[in-house]
């Protein structure tokens, strides 16, 4: 069975950082992409970052470059460093895995879900 569970989320201020992690377990992700999305209250489900869990090159949206940084470690964790956090940041944010190795900034090709890690920015 599948699982994803992600940890890491909080309150903090303004120009803070967090460090969120995904632990993957239950299959092979080899030949999966593994991505980070969050969701504000009354929004869409929005894509923050990818990475194949391969590795290679990792995809990011424009709102977060430059500050958030999407990686995989050995231990089988895919985290989302997050720094100068800003208010427009608060948000659940959630890992999720896609098979194949086409990168995508839709929620569609996304087949498992973690349960999420609230995030919160106070300005």
């Known amino acids: 069975q599948v699982q994803l569970v992600e940890s890491g989320g909080g309150l903090v201020q303004a120009g803070a950082s967090l460090r969120l992690s995904c632990a993957a377990s239950?299959?092979?992700?080899?030949?999966?992409?593994m991505g980070w999305f969050r969701q504000a209250p009354g929004k869409e489900r929005e894509f923050v970052a990818a990475?194949?869990?391969?590795?290679?090159?990792a995809y990011y949206a424009d709102s977060v470059k430059g500050r958030f940084t999407i990686s995989r470690d050995n231990a089988r964790n895919v985290n989302l460093q997050m720094n100068s956090l800003k208010s427009e940041d608060t948000a659940v944010y959630y890992c999720?895995?896609?098979?194949?190795?086409?990168?995508?900034?839709?929620?569609?090709?996304?087949?498992?879900w973690g349960q999420g890690t609230q995030v919160t920015v106070s300005s």
């Open positions: 999720a895995a896609a098979p194949g190795g086409s990168i995508s900034y839709s929620v569609r090709p996304y087949d498992y």
């Open positions: 239950g299959r092979t992700f080899s030949w999966y992409v």
């Open positions: 990475i194949r869990w391969s590795g290679g090159i």
